[in-house]
């Protein structure tokens, strides 16, 4: 049992979507899986255990930023097991042409958090996601006719940096598809661990033109992505 998490042994299938708000991951239990239960409730960061098309899979909320998703990705890793760890997340464009709603892939994940340098020494590590589910994902999205954007995302500490517009300019000449607050940290701990990771996002706003979708908006494109999610994970 860990501290966070507080689930028994056993309670979490080996691969885990994750979720940043918790009741986005009570969402996708109650309208992706089958037979399943809530494994814990701890500081109301749910997570649950079901099955998808006869197959068993976890769904666990993370929280919002990097310090809290590696909290929870360390315990499902280290604690319970976890080998295939797939982000179901929003995020924000920062190329001006992405639509709401649009699938963006995660190739890799640059970042301003200093988690990196700490772990690496002062030095810069390229955080990427795990190619046979890279590639298994823009698969199950071409054939699902989604017609999703694979490359890399900046993964910030400060989720009002677009006030600042000077601040992304450089990230947007550099094509950066988007900006998100985890997936940096949850490739860096995947390949410290030895486990598959990627992340899946789906495109809540647009930092450079300022188009910004309702929270009921946000949730319309989450089945598809964990229809993508499962595919990539062999599920």
């Known amino acids: 049992m860990s501290i966070h998490i507080g689930a028994e042994k056993g309670d979490i299938a080996e691969t885990v979507l994750l979720a940043g708000d918790p009741l986005r991951a ?21 997570g649950f255990t079901g099955y998808y098309k006869g197959k068993r ?3 666990q909320g993370t929280g919002m930023g990097q310090p809290s998703l590696a909290i929870y990705t360390h315990e499902l890793i280290h604690t ?8 179901v997340g929003t995020c924000g464009a920062l190329m001006p042409e992405i639509a709401l709603g649009e699938i963006i892939i995660a ?30 994902a ?19 500490d400060l989720f009002y940096f677009k ?25 860096t701990m995947a390949a410290g ?18 188009a910004f979708g309702t929270s009921e908006e946000r949730e319309r494109p989450i089945l598809d992505i964990v229809d993508i999610a499962m595919a990539c994970a062999d599920i």
């Not at 009570?26 to 749910?46: G, H, P, S, W």
């Open 26 to 46: 009570k969402f996708i239990a109650e309208n992706m899986l089958t037979d399943f239960t809530c494994y814990t409730q701890v500081r109301n960061m749910l």
């Open 193 to 210: 661990a030895g486990v598959q990771a990627l992340s899946i996002l789906t495109v809540s706003d647009n930092i450079v033109t300022g």
């Open 138 to 156: 823009w698969k199950a999205a071409n054939d699902k006719g989604i017609n999703a954007r694979v490359g890399n995302v900046f993964s910030t």
């Open 80 to 87: 319970y097991g976890a080998k295939k760890l797939i982000r």
């Open 107 to 136: 190739q890799g994940a640059s970042t301003d958090s200093n988690a990196n340098r700490i772990l690496f020494q002062g030095l810069d590590f390229a955080p990427l996601a795990d190619f046979d589910m890279l590639m298994k």
């Open 163 to 187: 006030n600042d517009p000077e601040r992304w300019k450089v990230w947007t000449a550099h094509k950066m598809l988007c900006a998100d607050m985890e997936t940096s940290m949850l490739y």
């Open 57 to 59: 899979v976890s769904v």
